[in-house]
């Protein structure tokens, strides 16, 4: 089944049978990391049996952007329909690429004429996750594969999936996820659980601790090592009940001395996947954690999962405040 949608004027709302709830969402662009993307997506749509959202915005130029080619006595609209005829184009391939590997995908397809942070942010509220590329290609795309993958992180209502450049050849060990330890993971390591689960792959949880052994570089601390009780009865009860959930997943449980960003970032050259949590309704942690999540999506060397994880109050202190809206699209869904 495909379905293709196309937003193009100012509005308020937008149909519902556009994207069903739960379907995996892919920016695409033609550019080789946004195919990698896709390829990704494709196979965790399948394998949660999920329908796949393709997802094409053209950007600021589909819409107030272009006001100088009126000056300009260019033709509007022979401009943008060229660069709907263009976006129809990739998300043929991008259909048909992920149709020959996966023949029984359900695809969705969706072409916008808004900025490309607005369309992923908007679709994030109904999906499973969005999936974007590192980068993109040329100056207008590089908005939805490139830069974009930070802000759509901070805050969408769904994880993130980055897929991070990484060596080819490399001996990968599986899921990595850091834990801080409370309650406020629980949502990156239910992710990371069942990512190792579907795709059959070990996980470690990492949790760091700063000391003054850890001042000048992240290090793992051995398993003989004794005076580290407290942290590591801290990390066993941060996953208490997850191996009854997924009792397939072979779960390593690590220390690390250090800052936690430092650990991650060393510890995804050797990974699969490196899941960090973020938490956009904490401004004062934001400073912390969020820093964290941004770091490992800018420096980390293999696919990169950032997970929103909902206020927790922990015992003395007080609750946070509701985090702010995500921000919604100005277009909606017109049928093509």
Do not use: K
């Not at 390829?39 to 100088?68: C, I, M, Y």
């Not at 300009?72 to 259909?95: F, K, Q, S, T």
């Not at 990968?172 to 996820?177: E, M």
């Amino acid at each position: 089944m495909v379905r293709r949608v196309e937003s193009i004027g100012p509005s308020t709302s937008r149909t519902a049978p556009t994207v069903p709830a739960g379907t995996v969402v892919v920016g695409v662009d033609g550019s080789r990391p946004a195919d990698q993307a896709l390829d990704w997506a494709a196979e965790q749509a399948a394998l949660e049996h999920r329908a796949l959202t393709l997802v094409h915005a053209l950007g600021p130029l589909g819409t107030s952007g272009t006001a100088w080619l009126d000056q300009a006595a260019v033709n509007r609209r022979d401009i943008l329909d060229a660069m709907r005829r263009e976006g129809h184009e990739l998300l043929d391939h991008g259909r048909e690429r992920a149709l020959r590997r996966h023949p029984q995908l359900e695809v969705r397809e969706v072409l916008r004429m808004v900025d490309p942070r607005e369309s992923l942010l908007e679709l994030s509220q109904d999906a499973a996750m969005v999936v974007v590329g590192s980068r993109g290609r040329g100056p207008v795309r590089s908005l939805v594969l490139g830069s974009v993958s930070v802000g759509v992180s901070r805050h969408a209502a769904c994880p993130v999936v980055v897929l991070r450049p990484r060596n080819v050849g490399v001996v990968r060990r599986g899921v990595l996820v850091g834990a801080d330890g409370t309650l406020r993971s629980r949502a990156s390591l239910e992710f990371a659980y069942r990512q190792a689960s579907l795709r059959g792959l070990p996980l470690t949880v990492l949790h760091s601790f700063w000391d003054a052994a850890g001042a000048t570089a992240a290090r793992v601390v051995p398993a003989d090592e004794t005076g580290v009780e407290d942290q590591r009865l801290l990390l066993a009860e941060s996953v208490s009940g997850m191996s009854e959930a997924y009792p397939d997943v072979n779960v390593t449980l690590e220390l690390v001395r250090g800052l936690a960003d430092d650990a991650l970032v060393r510890l995804s050259q050797q990974m699969d996947l490196v899941v960090v949590g973020y938490h956009p309704a904490r401004p004062l942690a934001g400073l912390v954690y969020g820093s964290v999540a941004s770091t490992v999506l800018e420096h980390g060397s293999c696919i990169v999962a950032v997970v929103p994880e909902p206020e927790v109050a922990l015992p003395g202190e007080a609750a946070a405040g509701a985090s702010a809206g995500v921000p919604g699209l100005s277009a909606p869904d017109v049928p093509a």
